[in-house]
């Protein structure tokens, strides 16, 4: 497996391209381009196929892989577009070249307001920074690395690296692929199959991956330290038979999100990194005939872990909707999400407020503003007081849920804050 640098590094002539006809709306999904999963410090991970979305890790930026409509059975052309989330008023760029993208190319933002681009050309994956440039794009193209597959990881805290995994067999490969100094660079080899990826610091320094070791076994999380070579330590160790995976992390509180088998089947669980307490795995967090998975932490809650909110993505046989939570509460607050929403994506401001962006036939680029509810004083008597079954027991789980009603949120800076009502 070998990495190719671009010679010299210089940025390819910006390209025009027209940018297609109004959106009219969200674009249809193919069939198998999947969903978002959870990432770094509440941001979700890198997108995983066209129409999923990914953002930076303070929010400042969004990317995603779009088309415009067309009639149906029409082949889409799809594009990269960069959103951009910090301003009053939150805006898309569309950043397409002379020639469409396949549509299993990623797109993750960086902090300085690029795209960078994966894309798979015969046996090689090539990588190359986009950035508009007046009417045009411009594209600076970074190198190539042979080998059949490569997932991009969460842009890293520091806004200017992007890493990415190619997971094999018996060992996976770690690579430097935006950040470096002459293109991609193979920064850690770690035995055994890698997935996942979620940042444990604000530094950019330590990388956790869910890993399978050569010849089976449980599936346990992991911490890479890229400052020592990749060095590999134990995370997730809650039995010695269960797999244990990490889907969030929050670098202020030491809050961590998890999915495990340990009570005996799946479950979503919760602990504080580098605390002894026992993982917790709140009944509140499976309701039944749902689907519930973490995307963004309140961060800023410093040594406060069992105070943070969480905003959970909830897919039911009606759609999906937005579910916050706290470790110190009892109960899971279901909320409407906006129509358009790219499920799963979304971050906290410091204050409590969650920002979900979304695209619809009214609103090609939008950000609705949710105030997270506050948790009712649990009733007196009532078991686990922390809002958990008490460890790894498992009970009865929570009735069926269903979906709250769509909310309609005002545009970013010209309302006063839509708060969403719980059910």
Same mark, same amino acid.
């Given at each position: 497996?070998t990495?190719?640098a671009?010679e010299?590094g =210089?940025?390819?002539?910006a390209t025009? +391209?027209?940018p297609?006809?109004?959106k009219?709306?969200?674009p ?7 969903t ?8 979700p991970?890198?997108? %995983?196929?066209?129409g999923t979305f ?14 415009a409509p067309?009639?149906?059975?029409a082949q &889409? ?10 301003g ?8 397409p ?7 299993d190319?990623?797109?993750v ?6 795209v960078?681009? %994966? ?8 990588f ?8 045009a ?6 190198g ?26 018996h060992?996976s490969?770690l690579?430097l692929?935006?950040?470096g ?9 770690v035995p ?9 610091? %604000? ?5 956790a991956?869910d &890993? ?17 070579n990749?060095?590999v330590?134990p ?9 244990? &995976? ?7 509180? #030491?809050l961590?999100?998890?999915?495990s088998? +340990? ?5 979503l669980?919760?602990?504080?990194l ?16 749902v689907?519930? =998975?973490p ?5 800023g809650q ?7 909110? *969480?905003?959970?993505r ?7 909707? *937005?579910?916050?939570? &706290? ?6 607050h279901?909320l409407?999400a ?10 906290w401001?410091r204050d409590?407020?969650l920002?979900l962006p ?6 090609p680029c ?8 506050t ?5 007196s #008597? ?7 079954d ?18 309609k ?9 839509h ?5």
């Amino acid at each position: 497996m070998t990495a190719c640098a671009i010679e010299g590094g =210089t940025a390819g002539a910006a390209t025009t +391209a027209d940018p297609g006809p109004e959106k009219s709306g969200e674009p249809e999904e193919p069939a198998g381009a999947g969903t978002p999963s959870p990432g770094p410090c509440g941001v979700p991970r890198a997108p %995983r196929g066209p129409g999923t979305f990914t953002l930076t890790a303070d929010g400042a930026y969004g990317a995603r892989l779009t088309a415009a409509p067309g009639p149906p059975g029409a082949q &889409r052309a799809w594009y990269p577009e960069r959103w951009t989330l910090d301003g009053p008023e939150p805006y898309a760029v569309p950043l397409p070249l002379n020639q469409p993208e396949e549509p299993d190319a990623q797109v993750v933002p960086l902090a300085d307001g690029r795209v960078l681009i %994966r894309r798979r050309v015969a046996d090689r994956q090539m990588f190359s920074l986009l950035y508009p440039t007046g009417p045009a794009t411009g594209e600076l193209a970074l190198g190539a690395v042979e080998c059949d597959g490569m997932t991009l990881l969460p842009p890293s805290p520091d806004g200017g690296s992007v890493y990415a995994l190619s997971a094999g067999d018996h060992s996976s490969l770690l690579w430097l692929v935006a950040g470096g100094a002459f293109g991609p660079e193979l920064v850690a080899e770690v035995p055994g199959h890698c997935s996942g990826g979620v940042w444990l610091d %604000r530094a950019g320094r330590m990388l956790a991956l869910d &890993r399978r070791l050569p010849g089976g076994g449980p599936l346990k999380a992991v911490a890479v330290d890229l400052e020592r070579n990749g060095e590999v330590t134990p995370l997730l160790q809650i039995t010695p038979e269960s797999d244990d &995976r990490l889907l969030l992390a929050d670098a202020d509180s #030491g809050l961590l999100l998890l999915r495990s088998d +340990a009570p005996g089947h799946d479950r979503l669980g919760w602990g504080v990194l580098g605390s002894c307490l026992p993982v917790r795995f709140p009944e509140c967090l499976r309701p039944a005939d749902v689907a519930v =998975t973490p995307f963004a932490v309140q961060p800023g809650q410093m040594l406060m872990p069992e105070s943070c909110a *969480v905003a959970l993505r909830v897919d039911g046989p009606a759609g999906s909707w *937005v579910g916050v939570w &706290r470790p110190q509460g009892r109960r899971l607050h279901h909320l409407a999400a906006p129509e358009g929403w790219s499920a799963g994506a979304g971050y906290w401001s410091r204050d409590g407020v969650l920002h979900l962006p979304y695209a619809n036939a009214a609103t090609p680029c939008g950000v609705a503003l949710l105030d997270a509810p506050t948790d009712e004083e649990a009733p007196s #008597g009532a078991a686990g007081g922390d809002g958990t079954d008490g460890g790894t027991s498992g009970t009865e789980p929570s009735v069926a849920t269903a979906p709250p009603a769509v909310c309609k949120p005002v545009p970013l800076g010209q309302a006063p804050l839509h708060r969403a009502t719980s059910t």
